[in-house]
């Protein structure tokens, strides 16, 4: 699936991965290829990329949203630490 992170300022990533995990305002939750539609609100937290069971990317957001349709993943983060 494709994910994107984006601030007002830049694209911080895109690329392919395998799972995301994403800091959720009601706590923090993965998504994987063919997840069901959402949009999430985020809190302040670490951003889980992995593109496959070897490599692994963090990133610290500073809250935002997060939507997921058709395996394409995008992250509108505030800001990165």
Do not use: W, Y
């Amino acid at each position: 699936m494709n994910l994107e992170i984006l601030t007002p300022d830049k694209k911080v990533f895109e690329g392919e991965v395998t799972a995301v995990t994403v800091p959720g305002t009601l706590g923090s939750f993965q998504i994987l290829k063919d997840h069901a539609p959402i949009i999430s609100t985020l809190e302040d937290g670490e951003v889980i990329i992995k593109a496959n069971k070897a490599d692994e990317q963090r990133f610290f957001i500073k809250g935002g949203v997060v939507e997921a349709i058709h395996n394409k993943v995008v992250v509108l983060a505030e800001g990165i630490a």
